[in-house]
Each structure stands twice: as C-alpha cells, then as structure tokens.
C-alpha cells in the first residue's frame, strides 16, 4: 500500500512539475500573441492617410465641399459635384488604403453624361479626421447619413441612386444598399462578403502568410476594440435582400486582386437578381493608368448608362413604345 501511494505520489508530482513549468511558456506565448496581434490590428485599421494631390478642378469639375456627422456624430468629407435636372445621384467610395482622389477620373466621366455625383473620403482614409478604419462596421452608417443631407439638393432624383465602391468601398455600397429600394443600382470591384474574411486577409498579407491562429486572434481584438458583436463581422451577406437590383462585379488577374477576385466570383455565383461580370487584366485594386485606366471608367460608365438611365432617356424610351 505505501508502494502505492509513493508510485502515485511521485507521479502527481512530475505532473504538477510540468504544470508549472508549461504554464509561464503557455502565458508568455499567449502573451506574445496578443501582442502581435494587436500590432497587427492596429496596422490594418490605420491606413496610410495618402495626401491628395489632384482635386476636382484638375479634371475641370466645379465641386462643393461637403461635411456631414457620420457615426458617433464623426465629422467626414466629401466633394459633391452637380449635374442634370433631376438626374440620379452616383456615389463613389474608394478603396481600401486610398482616398477620394482615386476615382476623381470615373466622376468626372460620370459627370460628363450629366449624373450628379457624391465623392468622399471613408473614415481613416485621406484628409478624413478619423485617424481608425472599422473596416466597413461604422462605415455603413457614414453613408446612410450622407443620403440623409444629400437629399436637401432639389435637382437629385433620389429614387434613383447608384454607387461605385472598391474593396472596401464596395462593401460598404453593398451593405449600405440592402433594404434600400432606392439605391437600384451597384458596381463592386473586388467586394468582401463580411469584415472577418478581410481582416484574414490582410493578416495574411502583413505576416506573409496564412495563420488561421493569428486571424483568430486579430478579429477577437477587433470584436473588443470597436465592440461589434460576432454575428456583424461574421455574418455572410443574403443574396435575397438584393434582389430587386442590379449589380455589376468587376474582378482582377492581377496578384493584388486575387483573393478578392475569389470572394467576388462567389458572391457573383451566389446572387439571383440582374446581375453582370467583368473580368479585367486589373482591377481597381491595382493602380491604372492611360488607356487601361480610361477603359475602366467607359465600361463602369456604360454600365451605369444601361442600368440608370438619364430621365430624357426613360421618357425617350416610354414615348417610343407602341400602344398597348
């Protein structure tokens, strides 16, 4: 019996030694974690504030600066340039880690055609005074503050709104969209269907290569930081509730484009409602210029144009019509 117990005894014993030796080492990597991760994090939500360099008048716009409250009242920018009578209203958001300056070229052909157009900076990006990126959560309620204080021009048909987003800016047009019967229009390049598949992402492109650890933990400071329950920044968008619009994707073979180009064939895939997509040698998330950059602009243009058409061209087309 004493045999025994000595045999048990010793053996609690090396087991209680590996205990206390394992725990520090499981702390201190734990530890060091956290703080990787929140590096990591921290980098991901502060994108580079890009200075802006052209302005609208470089592409011969007259434009009105524009400030409205935003989330938690956060005072944002943007550029509103005026068109036709009673044209529709194009918004245009940027990318993710750019500014407003990126798609003054598309604006300006958008206004060439007469639409009314809305061009601002997302929070954290260019002159904006958010120094943090949500990454799409508080993003969402900047826009649909916009709208609200867009409104007050006479001369927008806000029964018809289309918008323009990349990466970032694309997730928040589609969400922003969803329940809106007035924005009928969408053009996404390189969308994300939630907030948790981008933070993987760019987790992977920080570290230079995919940790399911890292991610997890990243996200899990995310959640904490900005205090967003798990089902926003996990939650896989509905197809369903975009099923009264009309959305081209755009996608890219280029190398930055090409996890996105995944997720946005996916959702291409997975939408029921009229929908189109263009595959690109790049797409916005890589820089354009020249003759590839002006294809961009004439083909999201033309889509516009086919799906939202000027109120002449819809009284032009009913007019035109046989009787019944």
Request: proline residues 3%; neutral net charge; charged residues 25%.
């Amino acid at each position: 019996m004493r045999r025994l117990y000595r045999k048990f005894k010793n053996r609690y014993y090396t087991a209680f030694l590996i205990v206390r030796l394992l725990v520090p080492v499981f702390l201190t990597v734990l530890l060091l974690l956290l703080l990787i991760s929140a590096g990591v994090l921290t980098d991901i939500v502060h994108p580079t504030h890009s200075l802006e360099v052209i302005y609208p008048s470089d592409y011969h716009m007259y434009a009105v600066d524009f400030t409205w409250g935003g989330a938690g009242d956060d005072v944002l920018q943007g550029w509103y340039v005026r068109g036709s009578n009673q044209s529709p209203l194009i918004i245009l958001c940027h990318g993710y880690d750019t500014n407003r300056t990126e798609v003054l070229s598309l604006a300006s052909r958008l206004r060439d055609y007469g639409y009314n157009i809305f061009v601002y900076n997302l929070r954290g990006h260019g002159v904006s005074g958010q120094a943090v990126s949500s990454l799409g959560l508080e993003e969402v309620e900047d826009l649909h503050k916009a709208v609200e204080k867009l409104v007050q021009h006479p001369e927008v048909d806000f029964n018809r709104i289309g918008i323009y987003g990349s990466s970032l800016g694309a997730f928040v047009a589609l969400k922003a969209s969803k329940g809106n019967p007035h924005m009928r229009v969408l053009v996404l390049d390189s969308v994300y269907p939630n907030i948790e598949t981008f933070i993987s992402m760019k987790v992977e492109d920080i570290v230079g290569f995919r940790t399911s650890l890292l991610s997890f933990f990243v996200r899990m400071l995310y959640r904490l930081y900005f205090r967003a329950p798990a089902d926003l920044v996990s939650a896989e968008i509905t197809p369903e509730d975009y099923s009264g619009k009309s959305i081209l994707f755009i996608t890219g073979k280029d190398k930055a484009s090409a996890v996105l180009a995944k997720e946005t064939r996916r959702l291409y895939t997975n939408f029921k409602c009229r929908k189109e997509i263009l595959n690109l040698a790049n797409s916005r998330e890589s820089l354009l210029f020249g003759e590839e950059k002006h294809r961009y602009d004439q083909f999201v243009l033309d889509y516009f144009r086919k799906e939202l058409p000027l109120m002449e061209e819809s009284v032009k087309i009913d007019l035109g019509k046989s009787p019944q």
